[in-house]
């Protein structure tokens, strides 16, 4: 069973990433009908939802793109920013989706931005507390401290999950209502977001997993220090 979990472990985002990154070189291949570029669909798609004071800017690295809500900037990767391509228009239109749920309060980025400073914390001091109570049958019950730390990780992940979904909806409806994209691309671009959710949903999956299997560690070490 532990051979299993492991596999799952390891495979499971492994084949996320490929599968996102095959979709998206194939569809960062595809030039959209439109002929604009990521940065030009981020700019419409802001102004045209009373964001004008978000930025649109340039940023390092593949699929780096990402909304900071504290500059309110929509960040895209260099290929992303300066080619028309479906998957451009389908990230950039992503990113802008996080940019009108911080404009809209949306609850659950709300909740994950008020979880990311106790999920940093967590996730950097969780482990030490659940090798100490591991490893030493004197100290135990630290590992159940290390576990709720963990727990505040793992809540961040599952949180994230509603919050990537309601971007990529809203990023569809706008390259839709405002004639960015045409019916035929449409399919493309809804897969280009699919892929890149799988991501997300599997880092939840491991992340509930992880957590399951030390709690099942904890609770069998308990019963054995009954016995």
């Keep these: 069973m532990y051979i299993v979990y492991f596999l799952v472990l390891m495979l499971l985002p ?47 690295g593949v699929l780096s793109d990402h909304y900071d809500p504290t500059s309110k900037t929509v960040a895209l990767s260099a290929d992303n920013y300066d080619y028309a391509s479906v998957a451009g228009t389908a990230v950039a239109a992503h990113e802008c ?6 404009k809209e309060a949306y609850a659950f980025l709300t909740l994950r931005s008020k979880l990311v400073p106790a999920a940093n914390i967590s996730s950097n001091v969780s482990w030490i507390f659940i090798m100490i109570g591991m490893f030493s049958t004197a100290m135990h019950q630290l ?20 919050v ?7 990023a569809l409806h706008q ?10 691309e449409e399919p493309h671009a809804r897969k280009v977001l699919s892929a890149a959710a799988l991501t997300y949903v599997a880092a939840a999956a491991t992340a509930v997993m992880e957590l399951l299997r030390l709690l099942l560690i904890y609770t069998g070490m308990g019963n054995n220090n009954d016995d």
Excluded at 25 to 44: F, H, I, K, L, P
């Design 97 to 102: 989706g996080h940019a009108i749920q911080h």
């Design 143 to 162: 590992m159940l401290v290390g576990i709720v730390l963990l727990a505040v990780g793992v809540l961040f992940q599952i949180v994230t999950l509603p």
């Design 14 to 60: 492994l084949y996320a990433q490929r599968k996102v990154m095959k979709t998206y070189r194939r569809y960062s291949e595809v030039r959209s009908t439109s002929g604009m570029t990521g940065a030009e669909v981020a700019r419409t798609i802001l102004d045209n939802n009373g964001l004008s004071n978000v930025r649109v800017v340039r940023t390092e």
């Design 175 to 184: 390259v839709v209502d405002l004639g960015i994209i045409r019916n035929e």
């Design 164 to 170: 990537e979904f309601d971007a990529s909806r809203r």
